[in-house]
């Protein structure tokens, strides 16, 4: 039996290093957007919708209904559009890994939300868990539970397409960190195996890269090409050997420099917080 095989369009935020996804079923036109940028200026704190609305045209040149926009993640390094295309897309509901209460609970605290702020979820449409399924026109959308970046990490396998977030990155980068609350090289160690055991001919899409210049950004790999060229993950690797290299690595980076303008959105499912961003 043949896997299907969606339609999938890339879009790369260069200011960010992030890859946006809109996946649609060919058969219905039915589609999901994953990952979403929201441009912002870290000097003036404003938002503008640059990203977002490419991937708005793209969906009205070729007639698509979106029913789904996903986050792998709260993400720290871009703010989420996920609100501003919701919008605009009356059919679509906003999901994100049910980890996300821990996030927000970490955050809570190390952000100085309100007091109030709830730490459930419910900003989101629809919380997802391992193997939970969303139907997607005549394709379906399965959720694997990828967490160690984060929590709340999950990765979105659709036909012969999945969808990894900050799990793991081009052979040539890496892996993600594991440094921020709730974060655990161990654990990103047993997530990356899931993937990295998919059938060799699943496309990987990726949700960062950061190229060298006069270096094409790389979206797309495969499961071979992460076990055998990933420098994170020579052959043979243990999971005590990698933990012990992320955790020596993560001692050394710093904070990411949208850190706090990002989950001060991204925990809210990318409704800006009136206090903080200007207009």
Not at 15 to 42: C, E, H, K, Q, W
Not at 74 to 83: F, M, N, R, V, W
Not at 188 to 207: G, K, N
Not at 227 to 247: C, K, S, W
Request: glycine share 6%.
């Amino acid at each position: 039996m043949s896997v299907a095989t969606p339609l999938v369009q890339t879009f790369f935020d260069p200011a960010t290093g992030t890859f946006s996804y809109v996946v649609a079923d060919p058969v219905t036109r039915l589609a999901a957007i994953i990952d979403p940028v929201l441009d912002y200026d870290a000097v003036t704190r404003s938002t503008s919708a640059r990203s977002a609305q490419g991937l708005l045209d793209h969906v009205s040149k070729n007639a698509l209904v979106v029913h789904w926009i996903l986050e792998t993640h709260a993400h720290a390094d871009h703010l989420s559009a996920a609100q501003w295309l919701k919008e605009r897309l009356p059919a679509a509901r906003v999901g994100i890994g049910e980890g996300i209460r821990q996030v927000q609970a970490a955050f809570k605290n190390k952000l100085g939300l309100e007091a109030d702020f709830p730490t459930d979820g419910r900003q989101f449409d629809v919380l997802l868990g391992e193997n939970e399924r969303l139907a997607m026109g005549s394709l379906e959308i399965r959720v694997m539970s990828t967490p160690g970046h984060t929590p709340d990490s999950v990765s979105y396998l659709i036909g012969d397409a999945a969808f990894v977030g900050d799990t793991i990155f081009a052979p040539r980068y890496g892996t993600a960190r594991c440094d921020f609350p709730g974060g655990d090289a161990g654990i990103l160690y047993d997530s990356m195996q899931r993937l990295l055991h998919l059938p060799a001919s699943t496309r990987v899409f990726l949700c960062h890269d950061y190229p060298p210049e006069g270096v094409s950004p790389q979206h797309l790999t495969d499961p071979v090409s992460l076990r055998d060229q990933n420098i994170h993950l020579p052959d043979g690797v243990t999971r005590e050997q990698f933990v012990a290299m992320r955790e020596a690595r993560d001692a050394t980076l710093k904070e990411p420099r949208l850190l706090e303008a990002s989950l001060r959105a991204n925990v809210r499912a990318g409704r800006l917080d009136d206090a903080y961003f200007r207009r």
